[in-house]
Structures are given as structure tokens and as C-alpha cells.
């Protein structure tokens, strides 16, 4: 696969802790949930989750109209709605619902598109094909 974009973050202390991007465009503060009581202030990595897809797949339905030579009205309207789902072999899951709104093209032509923009949207991708890396880097304490 070509890359066309790269971008890095690091969160420090998990969904209790703090991150942000290298290039310093997002910096947030991350609360757990389901932790009660929870603080006032602060996001959940569903809640980023859920605004990275809906973005993405707009985008990827609009791109989809395009390929599939239908011309929008406006541009998508994507609600997500995410939730955090606990596993019966005691992991955690993710569960997503999409609608998106597209307007200028009728019932059929709506589903022929919000079909396409899965085989399009990143996160759509993944999610499907699960393409994910992961490197563990141990540093021993000092005594």
C-alpha cells in the first residue's frame, strides 16, 4: 500500500491520563467511562472514536457519491454512536452504529452509497480487516 499520510500521538497514564499529537494540533485530557464519579472535564477514546469515523466515513461517502456518479446536495451528515462492550472472555470490544444523511439522491442511491463508503473509509477497513501492529519496548528498572 502507498502512504499518504502519517501522524503520531502518545498518551501518557491511559484513559486516565493525557495525549496529543507530535505536531502539537490535538492535546487532550482523557477520563475513563465508566469510572464514577467522572470528572467534569476531559474526553473518552470512544468519544474520539466515534468523531475520527464519523469524519471519516462523511468524507468516504461523499468520495463514494463521486465514484458512483451521483451529485450530493450538501455535504454528509454522519451521526456515531460507540460503545464500549465487555467480552465474555473478560476482554473489551468496540461497537459502532453509523447514519448518515445524504442529501439529493434518493433511498436506493443513499444505501448504494453508504455501502460503497465502507469498502472506501479507513476506519471501515480496519475494523474489518483488523490492521493493526504493535511493538512493546521493556525498560528495566534501574536499581
Not at 499518504?4 to 491511559?14: F, I, K, W
Not at 467522572?38 to 466515534?50: I, N, V
Not at 468496540?94 to 469498502?119: E, N
Not at 472506501?120 to 521493556?138: D, F, I, N, Q, R
Amino acid at each position: 500500500m502507498q502512504e499518504l499520510y502519517r501522524t503520531q500521538a502518545t498518551v501518557t497514564n491511559g484513559r486516565n491520563g493525557k495525549g496529543g499529537t507530535a505536531d502539537g494540533r490535538l492535546q487532550v485530557e482523557l477520563t475513563h467511562p465508566v469510572i464514577q464519579p467522572r470528572p467534569a472535564t476531559g474526553t473518552d477514546p470512544e468519544q474520539l472514536f466515534a468523531v475520527g469515523y464519523a469524519g471519516c466515513y462523511g468524507g468516504a461517502c461523499a468520495f463514494a457519491a463521486k465514484q458512483l456518479g451521483y451529485e450530493l446536495g450538501a455535504a454528509p451528515t454522519v451521526q456515531s454512536e460507540v460503545s464500549l462492550l465487555k467480552r465474555d472472555d473478560g476482554g473489551f470490544s468496540i461497537g459502532v452504529a453509523l447514519r448518515v444523511t445524504l442529501q439529493g439522491v434518493d433511498q436506493a442511491q443513499a444505501q448504494a452509497i453508504a455501502t460503497k463508503a465502507h469498502t472506501v473509509c479507513p476506519y471501515s477497513h480496519v475494523l474489518k480487516e483488523g490492521v493493526v501492529s504493535t511493538e512493546a519496548v521493556g525498560v528495566p528498572a534501574v536499581a
